[in-house]
T-cell receptor
Framework: QKEVEQNSGPLSVPEGAIASLNCTYS??????FFWYRQYSGKSPELIMF????GDKEDGRFTAQLNKASQYVSLLIRDSQPSDSATYLC???????????FGAGTTVTVRA | DTEVTQTPKHLVMGMTNKKSLKCEQH?????MYWYKQKAKKPPELMFV???????INESVPSRFSPECPNSSLLNLHLHALQPEDSALYLC??????????????FGPGTRLTVL
């Protein structure tokens, strides 16, 4: 059973600041790592995926993966009020259909 | 295009009703999923279809009956539901293993209320 834990929220950051979200996972065989954003009442929206150790940047978002430490993080730079949402970390094994989700971290960006 | 569509957006049904949820994708994905999500909880996997065959059933009660008529369509038939089944039902799709990417894309969901 893959377990995924996220830092407890809610996380409140001022507009323009960096929001830092953390996630750890228990299964060393995990291969794929995803961050989804979910607005209240809406479905999860993929914002980042990462497969290799290191950093991956996409616009204001940076995902960081450290497989040795079983740790994946998401940085949101220049946070905007529109970034206020719940962020779900999800992990998958090799050739596995089952995504394991963390409980989610709710981020509020204060204007 | 990474679009998964779901109908209806909202559904209210009584405990004796029979209804169906529908999901469609045109990304050429051969794996499709049903999830259930309660408020302030992450999605919970219900069923997985791979190449139109049911490959995972997460011990879901038989009042939920999935169907995959073809590689683009996925249905969830509902019968004799309970009020605790009220939730957001999400469909997702991805490439099927073995694949270079297993990214799952979610549809907008159906908000189900059981009276």
């Amino acid at each position: 059973q893959k377990e995924v834990e996220q830092n407890s929220g809610p996380l409140s950051v001022p507009e323009g600041a960096i929001a830092s979200l953390n996630c750890t996972y228990s299964d060393r065989g995990s291969q794929s790592f995803f961050w989804y954003r979910q607005y209240s009442g809406k479905s999860p929206e993929l914002i980042m995926f990462i497969y290799s150790n290191g950093d991956k940047e996409d616009g204001r978002f940076t995902a960081q993966l450290n497989k040795a430490s079983q740790y994946v993080s998401l940085l949101i730079r220049d946070s905007q009020p529109s970034d206020s949402a719940t962020y779900l970390c999800a992990v998958n094994g090799s050739n596995d259909y089952k995504l394991s989700f963390g409980a989610g971290t709710t981020v509020t960006v204060r204007a | 295009d990474t679009e998964v569509t779901q109908t209806p957006k909202h559904l209210v049904m009584g405990m004796t009703n029979k209804k169906s949820l529908k999901c469609e994708q045109h990304m050429g994905h051969r794996a499709m999923y049903w999830y259930k999500q309660k408020a302030k909880k992450p999605p919970e996997l219900m069923f997985v279809y791979s190449y139109e065959k049911l490959s995972i059933n997460e011990s879901v009660p038989s009042r939920f009956s999935p169907e995959c008529p073809n590689s683009s369509l996925l249905n969830l038939h509902l019968h004799a539901l309970q009020p605790e089944d009220s939730a957001l039902y999400l469909c997702a799709s991805s490439q099927a293993p073995p694949a270079s990417t297993d990214t799952q894309y979610f549809g907008p969901g159906t908000r189900l209320t059981v009276l």
